[in-house]
C-alpha cells in the first residue's frame, strides 16, 4: 500500500449540556459545550470499516449527559478529566483522549423587592442572565499516564483610550505608516494557560480560583502597560500571569490590533483631538506570542490561540 | 413604462464610530454603529441614473464623524435626532430619514493599588473591558415634522431554571409532545419599543435612564412570572415596561424558546431529577408578539425585530 | 387593563428536513428550513396562560416532516402552500399563517468512468454536493380565503469590473467623494417578488421555473445595464422581472453596494491603471428600493429584503 | 527575568485584494485573502518595546497591494511565494514568512444574445457571480532555504443518500445507538494537503491545475466509496488524492459527520422509507486524520484543518 495513515482521531463535538444543581430554592448553573477526541488503535477502522475497535461518537455524547449527573460539574477542568480518564482506562484500544469545553458564564437577575411579592418569597433563585462577555476554554489531554491541562478564553474586547504609542520601527519602500505617539490600543483577546499539574499525585489546582485570577491580571496588566507596541502589551500580560500564578509554566495570546482610525475631520473645519475614531474591521495587525516560565517547555500549538 | 418604483431609500450603512470623551484622566467611550437611510425626491436616480437629487452615501458617513465632534454622544437617541434632523433639513429632496443605531456597552477594568503606583498615578482611568451582554439599538425616523424613536436590545439571554409549565394545549393528530410541569424557559430576548416622544414642543425623555429602566423591569418580569406559556411570560415583560415607563406606548418582542430538554438517563440506570439538560439549537419555537398601552395605536413592523 | 396585545405570532421556526426521492438507483434531494408561524384567537395564551387554543409549536414541526411523507416537495412554493392550507383550515382559532423556507440547491457530483466499475454501476446518482450560491427563499400567507406567495433569493454575489459611474451628485460641506467615471459595482443581493397568484381558482405558476427564470434575468440585467448608479442597476433589474414574467407583480431589493476601493500605488512608484483593489467590508452604501407593475399595489414590507 | 519569550509572530491579517486583469473587454479575477506572519529577531519588541527590528504590520499591507500589481496574482500559491520571499530576503531580522491565503471563486454571468445589441457588444465579459462553494486555502513558509506549501479547502458540503452503513461497533453501559446499514452520509470537508516541492531548484507544480484535480479525485472518491464508516471514506479520500497526484505526499481532513436523523414517523401512521430526515446541527461526529504518501513526514498541524 502506497499510502499510510498518520495521526488521527474522532469523538462527538459541541455537545451542549446544562447543569442545574438545586440548593432548595437556590439554583446554580454550569453551562458547558463538550468537544470528545479519541486515538488509538484506529488502524482498521480507517483501512477497511472495521469497526470493532470503535466507540460510536454517539456513545462519547451519551457519556459526557451520564457523567454530568454521576460526577456534577464542579468545574470544566475536574469534569473534562473524569470523562478523558473514563475514556482511556475503559476502552483498551482508546490511548488518548483530548476534551476541549467552553463555558459560558451566568449571573443572577436581582429581582424587586415589591414584587417579590407575588410570588411569595423573599427572592427569585433561579433566574438567570448570560454574562456574556468571554468564552472560557479548556482542553484536557490524558494518555493513561500523565495529564495535559491547557485552559483558556476568547473573545474578551480589551481597549485602552490612551497610554499607547508606535514608532522607531522599520521603514522600507513600501511603508506609509506616520508614527503615533498617543493612540487607541485595542484587541480581543484569545489566549490559552498551560498548568504544571501533569499526574495524580499532585495537588490538584483551584480550578475556578485560578481562572478568575488569570483573568484578573490578564486584565490589569493590560490597562496598567503604558505600551510602546502591542507585542510589548501582550508579554506584559503573559509575565504576570506566569510571575502571579505558580500554577502555570506557559501563556499564549493571539491578539488581533483591532484598529481604531483617528478620523480626518480638516475638510469639515474641524479639529479631532483624539477624540472621533473609526473603529476598523479589516485588514488587522495578529501579534501572537507564547511566554514562558523560564527553564519551562512550550507546549502550546501554535494555532491552538485561533481557534 | 409598465414598471414603477415604490418605496425606497438608501443610505451609508453600519458605520463604526467611537468616542472617547476625556475628562482629565478619566475618559469615557460611546461606541456606536450608525446606518443612515434617507428617504424622498429619488425618482430620476432610479429611472435614468441622474444623481442631481443624490447626497452620497459617503457624504452620510463623513457627517457621522463630523457630527460626534460637533455635538458629541450623549446618547445614541440624541446623536441619531441630530443626524435626521440634519438631512431633512438642508437637503431640499430628502423628505424622510431613518437613523438605526447599535451601540456596544464597555465598562472600567479595576486596577491593582500595588501596581497602580507603577504608573504613577492612582488609579487608571482610560482602560475599558466590553460588556458583552446585550446589543442597544434605536431607530430614529423624522419626516421635517414628526419623530418616531424605537429603541430596543437583541441577544439578551435569560433562563429561568423552573417556575414554568406547559400543559393543557390543542392535541390533533400530529401531536406528540408531553405536557411539564417543571422545565427550564429560556430565551434570547430581541425587542423593541416606542416612546410617546413625537415632536420637539414635547419634553424629551432621559434615554440613558429610560433605557436601564426598561431593560431592569424586563428582566424582572422574566424572572418574577411563574410561567404557564412563554407567550405569558413575554405579555408580562411587556406589560411591566408599560405600566412602569410613561414614555412607552408600545413594545414589541421576538423570543426564541431556546430548548433545553430534560436528557433520559434511564438507559444508563441513572434518574435525571431536573438536573441534566441538551441545549438545542434548532428548531425552536418562536414567540412574537406586541403589547400596547390601552388606546395607543401599533407602529412598530412585525418583521423589525427579527433583524 | 391599561395594556393589550396587539399582533402576534408563533410556531416552530427553522424544522430543518431532507427528503430523498429514489427513482431507482437515481436519487433526487430537497434541502430546506422550515418556519411556521400562526395567528388567530390567541388572546387568552398571552394574557392568561391558558393554552386551550395553542397547538404546540413541536407539533407543527412534526407537521412539516409528516407532510414531506405524504406530500413530497415538489416546490418549497407548493410545500409552504399545503402546510398553511392545513394549519388554518384544521385548527379554528388559527385565522392565519405563514409559512417562511430556506432552500439550498445541490448538483450531482460527476464520478469518473474508470472507477465507477469498482462499484459495479455505469456511474453514482446518489452523491451530491451542495452548489452554495444563493440561499432559495419562499414566504406563504393564508389567512382561509386568499394567498400571498412573496418568493426570493439572498447571498447571491455579483460585480462588474467597469461600466459603472458615478458622478453628478449633490456636493455639501461635508462632501469630500471623488467623481468616477470607471469603477468596479459589487453586491450581494437580497431580494423578494410577489406572486399575482392569490387564490385556488387561479392557474398556479410553476414555482421552479419561475425562480430559473427570475434569477437569469436579474443576473443578466445586472451584467447588461451601463451603471450611473446602483440605484439605476437596481430598477433595470427590478424592471426586467416585472416585463418578462407575468406572474410576477412586485420586487424588491436591497442592495449593500461592497465598496472596491482602487489602492493608491503611487507612495510606491507604481500606476493603478484600475487593476489592484481593496474590498472593504463596513460601511457600505445600501440602496433599498421596490419595483411595481403599474397599478399594483406593494405588499412586500420594507424590512423583509433584510431579514 | 523569570519569564521567558517563545514562539512569536506578526503581520496583518485579511488583506482582501481583487486583482483585475483586461485582456481587451474580457476581464479576468482573482479575488483573495491575504495574511501575512512574520518571525526572527523580535524580542526586543517584546521585552521594552523596541520597534527597531519591526516592519510596520501596515507596511506588510502595502507590499501585498503593490505586489499584486508588481508580480499579477497567477495563483494564489505563486503570490504567496513573491510574498515570502519578499519579506525574508529583504530583512535582515525576519527569518521567516508564513502567508495564508483565502480565494473565492467566480464565474461569468452569462447575457442574453438579444440584450447584448443593447450595449453595442456580442457578448458582456467583465460580469460575473460568485461561486460561493468552497473556500480555497493555501500556506506558503519560507524560512531563506525552503518552501513549505500546504493548500487545502474548507466549507465543501457533500452528501451520499445511500451505500453508507454504520454497525459492528464496541457497544459499552452508554450506548444505546441502533446499528445503521444504509444511511445518509453527510460532511462539511476542510482538508488541507502539502506539496513536496521545498526548494527553487525543483519543477514547481502548476498549482492551478493541481487544485483542480485534487478537488475532483476528493469527490469522486467520496461518491464512489461504499462506506461502512467515515473515517474510511475520509481514507479514501486521501489515498485517492495521493494515489494520483504525485505533487502532494500528505493530506489531511477535519469532516463532521453532518448528521441526517431518520425522523420517525410511526406516531402519524406513516412509513419512512429512508425519505425524511432531519438535518441535526450540534452535536456531531467529528473524524480527522492525516493520510500520508509511505515514507513521508507529517508536517500539516493537527489544528490546521479546524482553523
Known sequence: MPTILGQNQYG?????????????????????????ALSGDMDDVHYSGSNANCLPTDTTKNTVYAFAKEYGIESAEQFGIHLARHFVTSQEP??????????????????????????????????????????????????????????????LIVMNSTNSEFWGYVKDKYTT?????DRILATQVSSRWRFNWTDDEQKMPNWEKSYEQVKKHMLQAFAETYSLS??????????????????????????????HFLVDLEPFGLKNDNEVYFAADRPYGLIEATILRDGCEARIPVDMTNL
Chains 1, 2, 3, 4 share one sequence.
Open 177 to 181: 505608516l506616520q508614527e503615533a505617539y
Open 94 to 155: 482508546i490511548h488518548r483522549a483530548r476534551i476541549r469545553i467552553e463555558e459560558y458564564a451566568w449571573e443572577r437577575i436581582e429581582t424587586s423587592d415589591a414584587n417579590s411579592k407575588f410570588i411569595g418569597a423573599d427572592e427569585v433563585k433561579h433566574s438567570f442572565v448570560r454574562k456574556g462577555q468571554e468564552t472560557r476554554l479548556t482542553q484536557i489531554t490524558f494518555d493513561g499516564e500523565n495529564w495535559e491541562i491547557i485552559s483558556g478564553l476568547k473573545d
Open 12 to 36: 462527538k463535538a459541541e455537545n451542549r449540556v446544562v447543569k442545574i444543581t438545586r440548593d432548595g430554592a437556590t439554583h446554580h448553573i454550569k453551562d458547558l459545550n463538550v468537544s470528545v
Open 230 to 259: 502591542l507585542q510589548q502589551t501582550l508579554y506584559q500580560m503573559g509575565a504576570r500571569i506566569i510571575n502571579n500564578r505558580s500554577e502555570i509554566d506557559e501563556v499564549r495570546f493571539s491578539l488581533p490590533n483591532k484598529h
